[in-house]
């Protein structure tokens, strides 16, 4: 039998060489009981504005919808001409990585060229199938998809590997269109109705099965509007659909964005699965390593390594947190975790193991730079002051007075907002 990922490869070939139309149609949505279609409109204009001349296919916004936190590793399943991925690299920023998978030569050759003008060095392009990610277990943080998996001929299988290669605890927030009520079997034979992202979606109750059949858990469907198909509109992925067909297509495919996550791993606690220690010279290495990898500066030659506190298990290490203490007042840095071990409360601890040791030695006034952890920092009692808040020296001495402050946020251990 022919794949039908072929005949949708040839149509997505020919949608881009007209840049007419969007996968779902390209006519604003109607809203759903009266409701006024906000942000979840298929082609939408500020989408197009926002990334110049950027073709959209999509019927949504899954990046404005997923609050991108910095540094987080995202892929985006069906990533078109790189419109979302370009938007998500902004978000993520130079510590965090986004990867964009697409079967279409056509679209990852004019996704290569818009990433290339907008300078971005944090997107790589993977040619294939979104039912075989390759990409290693446990990698992502971030799965994002616009208006994709409904054109899948193996949506379970989709979502399995969304699910693998997501990390415990990471987040699946994807645009597609969604059936609110059975089509006809003529019409789901149809291969246009289906490259149009209309006859291949998925009722709400599949979506939700297929999801948690996969093993996600928090499954929401947000902003669900219905979409408004015309035979004007659709002329290049819906040519071979009549007239008729396309009234019945009509208010019975909406838009959708989906919003679900892998369960997150267990706390490791420490003592019983790993250890706390100060670090010794000869830890430099390992520890310029982490740091290398997390996009945070090395460890300063003339730094005492007596002052960066280490977890590790087996000689492996699974953080680290360093501090720089002047006067009454510490500076917190090198906060890292390996990818594979974060979520699991080790940040948290060497947080806590830091204050707990400073607070002992009457230094309550604790300070920290930050470009990615903001959200993070806040969570562990530390709220955002002006840059002028810092003692000099010990800007100075940690030789952070010259990191850039406009991206550089300043904070401050506020004792009272830390509930845990
Ligand atoms: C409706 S367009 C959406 C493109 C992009 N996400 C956007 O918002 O503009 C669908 C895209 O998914 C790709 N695609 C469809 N099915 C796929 C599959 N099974 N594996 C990989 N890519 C697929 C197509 O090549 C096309 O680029």
Not at 207 to 230: R, S, V
Not at 232 to 238: A, D, G, I
Not at 355 to 365: P, R, V, Y
Request: aromatic share 6%; glycine share 8%; hydrophobic share 35%.
């Amino acid at each position: 039998m022919k794949d039908i990922r072929d005949y949708i490869k040839g149509k997505y070939s020919l949608a881009l060489k007209i840049k007419s139309s969007c996968g779902c149609g390209n006519s604003a949505p109607v809203p759903l009981s009266g409701e006024k279609a906000s942000s979840n409109r298929c082609c939408s204009s500020s989408a197009a504005q926002d990334s110049g001349e950027i073709p959209s296919f999509g019927c949504g916004f899954p990046v404005e919808s997923a609050e991108i936190i910095p540094g987080s590793r995202i892929l985006d399943l069906g990533s078109g001409a790189g419109g979302d991925l370009i938007r998500a690299s902004r978000k993520t920023g130079p510590a965090g990585k986004v990867y964009g998978i697409d079967m279409t030569d056509s679209m990852l050759e004019t996704a290569r060229r818009n990433i290339e003008s907008a300078g971005l060095d944090n997107v790589e392009l993977l040619k294939g199938y979104i039912e075989e990610i390759p990409l290693e277990n446990d990698r992502l943080d971030l799965i994002i998809s616009n208006c994709v998996i409904n054109l899948s001929p193996d949506k379970g299988k989709v979502l399995k590997e969304a699910y693998r290669v997501l990390r415990p605890g990471g987040r699946f927030i994807v645009a597609d269109t969604v059936l609110l009520k059975p089509l006809p079997d003529k019409l789901k034979e149809n291969l246009d109705a289906w490259s149009g992202c209309a006859s291949g979606a998925l009722s709400l109750k599949e979506y939700q099965e297929l999801l948690e059949g996969a093993g996600f858990q928090d499954i929401h469907f947000d902003e669900t509007h219905p979409l408004m198909l015309d035979a004007q509109s659709s002329q290049v992925l819906f040519s071979g659909v009549n007239q008729e067909e396309l009234e019945l297509l009509d208010m019975a495919i909406a838009s959708s964005i989906i919003k679900a996550s892998k369960p997150a791993p267990e706390p490791m606690k420490e003592g019983t699965d790993y250890i706390l220690r100060n670090a010794r010279i000869e830890d430099i290495p390992t520890i310029n390593q982490l740091l290398g990898d997390s996009m945070l500066p090395l460890m300063p030659k003339d730094v005492n390594p007596d002052s960066f506190l280490l977890a590790e298990k087996d000689e492996t290490l699974l953080g680290m947190i360093g501090y720089l203490i002047e006067g009454n007042s510490a500076l917190l840095r090198s906060l890292a975790v390996p990818w594979e071990y974060r979520n699991r409360g080790i940040g948290h601890t060497l947080i806590k193991k830091v204050i707990g040791k400073l607070s002992e030695n009457q230094i309550h006034d604790v300070y920290l730079l930050t470009q990615t952890a903001r959200k993070y920092m806040e969570t562990k009692g530390f709220m955002e002051i002006k840059r002028e808040e810092i003692p000099h020296s010990l800007l100075r001495d940690s030789g952070l007075d010259k990191a850039c402050p406009s991206s550089s946020i300043c904070m401050k251990y506020i004792p009272a907002k830390n509930q845990e």
